[in-house]
């Protein structure tokens, strides 16, 4: 089945992972919901540039995925626009890295609702549609984190794990409804938002930046380069597909081999 004129939800779709899927659904054809933080103008100048390039319905909300209201709002607009979201991406995610003992609380906080619990919300508010139609995709970025752990991710990793059972549980409950719920999990994709962590990892292990990116992101990844955006992209899209329908709880790795070791 083409995905042509399917409405897409995609959280922090402003930069990064989340842009390269929103790009690649838009060139499917699906109309999109875009979101996420950055300077108005620009977000405007993207929006339409997607819709334009690809000739798809692309509307932008503003909703801050840490907040349950604002998610709730965006959620109801969203229904109101589209008539109801086929494809769920729940991408939205920020990280910080410190050892626990000295993590803030409040960025503790702050991932545990940017990166778990929005996708709670938005699932819910989604799931009644894909039900009703008998159709529906929900696709939680999670990360080769939510599979094994590393020092100094506390609430990243916590969040991440906590991800895989949201996944899992979901797509128990809609199994028989045509609608598939799975996570992705990228290993490292130089985004703006490895790239600020590099600093922060210099620094609580002593070591330059350059030694960062060499003896600590890609120390793990057998194949010792960054995974492109473009290889979630099309994961995603694969999920998406009739191929991929009886693929449901699991999840697709992208880790240049991460968790093989
Ligand atoms: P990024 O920083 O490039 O993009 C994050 C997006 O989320 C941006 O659009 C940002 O505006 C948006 N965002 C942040 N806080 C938000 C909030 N409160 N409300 C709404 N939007 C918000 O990061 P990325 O690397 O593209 O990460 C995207 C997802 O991929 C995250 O969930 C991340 O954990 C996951 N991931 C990234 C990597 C990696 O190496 N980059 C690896 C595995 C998983």
Redesign the pocket.
């Known amino acids: 089945m083409s995905l042509k004129g399917k409405h897409a939800l995609v959280?922090?779709?402003?930069?990064?992972?989340?842009?390269g899927i929103a790009e690649a659904l838009a060139r499917e054809g699906v109309n999109l919901v875009i979101?996420?933080?950055?300077e108005a103008s620009s977000i405007e100048a993207l929006r339409a540039r997607l819709s334009h390039t690809h000739g798809v319905d692309v509307i932008y909300s503003s909703?801050?995925?840490?907040r349950a209201d604002d998610i709730a709002r965006m959620m109801e607009a969203v229904v109101e626009q589209t008539g109801g979201i086929d494809i769920l991406v729940n991408?939205?995610?920020?990280?910080h890295v410190a050892p626990v003992e000295e993590f803030p609380v409040e960025r503790w906080d702050a991932i545990l609702a940017?990166?778990l619990s929005s996708a709670f919300h938005t699932t819910k508010a989604a799931l009644p549609v894909m039900k009703q139609r008998g159709w529906g995709r929900i696709i939680n970025?999670?990360?080769?984190?939510g599979l094994v752990a590393s020092p100094f991710k506390s609430a990243?990793v916590a969040a991440?794990h906590g991800i895989m059972g949201f996944t899992k549980t979901v797509a128990l409950e809609c199994a028989q409804q045509g609608v598939t719920v799975n996570a992705i999990?990228?290993?490292?994709?130089?985004?703006?938002?490895?790239e600020?962590q590099i600093p922060d990892t210099a620094k609580a292990r002593g070591i330059s930046e350059d030694e960062v990116k060499r003896n600590v992101l890609l120390a793990a990844q057998p194949t010792k380069r960054f995974?492109a955006i473009e290889e979630v992209a099309a994961i995603t899209l694969f999920l998406c597909s009739d191929g991929a329908s009886s693929i449901t709880g699991s999840h697709i790795a992208a880790e240049g081999g991460w968790t093989a070791q």
């Open positions: 959280t922090g779709s402003t930069s990064g992972i989340g842009l979101n996420g933080f950055g909703a801050d995925m840490s991408n939205a995610g920020i990280q940017i990166n970025v999670a990360s080769a984190h990243y991440k999990c990228p290993g490292y994709v130089l985004t703006p938002l490895v600020k995974v």
